[in-house]
């Protein structure tokens, strides 16, 4: 393997590159639930449950959908930096927190699609603001589903008829929510601002309130308010999808972030906004409202889509804080590669 890759059991300036990428990935409350290994081929990619956001995601799914979206970012990260990624998706029963191993296989010629999506990941955003009252044309929404189809989700545009339901359901998992004194305990620590901090929702990202309540975004704005934060019109008719697996197992989760992730970075590619509004599936009896238990599709994310202003960057870690270190076999296997 090149240098440029893995040199001494630590990714060489290529593979930083693409864990950078991997990092930019969108997660629950910008929690960045992972961790990087080198191993004697590539990266392994571990779950970190230690940020996991008990409260609203127990099982962790959350979390296994957010890593899925940074094994997508460095699966285009890699193909556009010339090198096949050659993924095996896990876990395994007895490594519950090894989620991918993703070796750099040979070279590949980047095509368009892949210089689109890269270029994407850094400006891809979570949009909490109110998007213009346009439609989104049916061929960009078919390019959406074609995106989360390639990637083994199906993505469903909530028809017009059935709108005010999904919304419906948002709402009330969010005023559930707000009653909650465990999720205002929460939501704190995950929007606390201080100097320096690399992770949780910042006061940038809230957006304003809805006033009327036409989309129910997650207000992250609930225990520490912006500063100066205004009440907007959002638009009437938002234009929602929501992603579906067929399972609900920690694989299928991994599908379900790359497939989010491939239909986000689509979406930024087109020009779209998008905003996730997973509130109802963080609730069992609401989730299942939603899935479609005849052909075993469950509901994995509702995003909603349309044209929006620019919305600022929320930090992310440094690499250094993300990397765990190589074992020491590989650290030798790697060295020899390293050198040819
Ligand atoms: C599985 C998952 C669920 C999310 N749920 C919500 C949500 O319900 N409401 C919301 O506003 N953002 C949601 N987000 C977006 C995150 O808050 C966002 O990705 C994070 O704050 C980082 O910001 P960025 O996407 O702009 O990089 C979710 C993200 C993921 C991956």
Same mark, same amino acid.
């Given at each position: ?38 191993? /004697? ?35 285009? &990260? ?47 955003? !979570?949009?909490?603001? /109110?998007?213009?009252? #346009? ?14 189809? !390639? ?29 909650? /004194? ?9 929007? *606390?601002? *201080? ?13 304003? @309130? ?30 929602? &999808? ?8 920690? *694989?299928? @989760?991994?599908?379900?972030?790359? &497939? ?14 998008? !905003? ?9 009896? #609401? %989730? ?15 995003? %909603? ?20 270190? &190589? ?14």
């Amino acid at each position: 393997m090149n240098a440029g890759w893995i040199r001494n059991g630590r990714p060489g300036p290529l593979m930083a590159a693409c864990l950078e990428a991997a990092a930019a990935a969108p997660s629950v409350h910008n929690s960045q639930p992972w961790r990087f290994r080198p191993h /004697p081929t590539g990266i392994e990619v571990l779950a970190d449950r230690r940020r996991q956001v008990d409260l609203v995601d127990p099982a962790g799914r959350e979390l296994t959908i957010s890593v899925g979206a940074a094994v997508f970012n460095l699966r285009v &990260a890699m193909l556009a930096h010339g090198r096949i990624p050659v993924m095996r998706l896990l876990p395994e029963p007895d490594d519950p927190d090894l989620l991918a191993r993703i070796a750099v296989g040979p070279p590949i010629e980047t095509d368009e699609t892949v210089r689109l999506l890269a270029r994407a990941v850094a400006h891809r955003r !979570t949009n909490r603001r /109110p998007f213009a009252d #346009l439609a989104v044309p049916g061929e960009v929404l078919d390019e959406l589903v074609a995106a989360a189809r !390639t990637e083994h989700g199906w993505l469903a545009v909530v028809d017009p008829m059935m709108r005010s339901s999904v919304l419906a359901l948002i709402g009330t998992a969010e005023d559930r929510r707000r009653v909650d /004194p465990a999720y205002w305990a929460e939501l704190e620590r995950w929007t *606390r601002d *201080r100097p320096g901090r690399l992770d949780g929702v910042p006061p940038q990202a809230f957006g304003p @309130w809805p006033v009327p309540r036409t989309v129910p975004v997650r207000d992250f704005g609930l225990v520490w308010p912006a500063p100066r934060r205004r009440v907007a019109a959002f638009e009437e008719d938002p234009v929602l &999808a929501v992603l579906y697996t067929v399972g609900d197992s920690p *694989r299928d @989760w991994l599908r379900a972030g790359q &497939a989010l992730q491939r239909v986000l970075l689509t979406a930024t590619v087109r020009g779209l906004a998008t !905003t996730l509004l997973t509130q109802p599936l963080e609730f069992p009896e #609401l %989730r299942d409202l939603l899935g479609r238990q005849q052909d075993g599709r469950r509901a994995q994310a509702i995003i %909603r889509i349309g044209y929006g202003p620019l919305s600022p960057p929320v930090p992310r870690r440094p690499l250094a804080e993300l990397l765990e270190p &190589a074992p020491a076999q590989a650290v030798d296997a790697v060295g020899v590669a390293g050198a040819s």
